[in-house]
């Protein structure tokens, strides 16, 4: 099975830096879309970032310019690198596996890790 655990996640003051990141288990890693959700007590669960397996990055506009996403597909990781946090950025940091096939997704949520940003 196809496991995935966030880590890294803590108290920092706003304007703060902080990196998460996502350990999988080992699958084909480097054929799925590796991507950062979020989800905010009273808010919708947020795409925030995706590395995908063709190689493009994207960002959610909110953090465009203060987060940066990368993977590592020959150790199975991805990380999300946070600077210039925010109090509204606080979250819990879900990681997301994602492969489109012709019958449907195969897609994997792992557990977060709480981002917590106040002073």
């Known amino acids: 099975d196809v496991q995935l655990q966030a880590s890294g996640g803590g108290l920092v003051q706003p304007g703060g830096s902080l990196r998460v990141s996502c350990a999988a288990s080992r699958f084909a890693f480097s054929s799925y879309d590796m991507a950062w959700v979020r989800q905010a007590p009273g808010k919708q669960r947020e795409l925030v970032a995706m590395a995908s397996a063709d190689g493009t990055i994207t960002y959610a506009e909110a953090v465009k310019g203060r987060f940066t996403v990368s993977r590592d597909n020959a150790t199975i990781t991805v990380q999300l690198e946070m600077s210039g946090l925010r109090p509204d950025d606080t979250a819990v940091y879900l990681c997301?596996?994602?492969?489109?096939?012709?019958?449907?997704?195969?897609?994997?949520w792992g557990l977060g890790t709480l981002v917590t940003v106040s002073s």
């Open positions: 997301h596996a994602r492969r489109i096939y012709a019958w449907g997704p195969d897609d994997y």
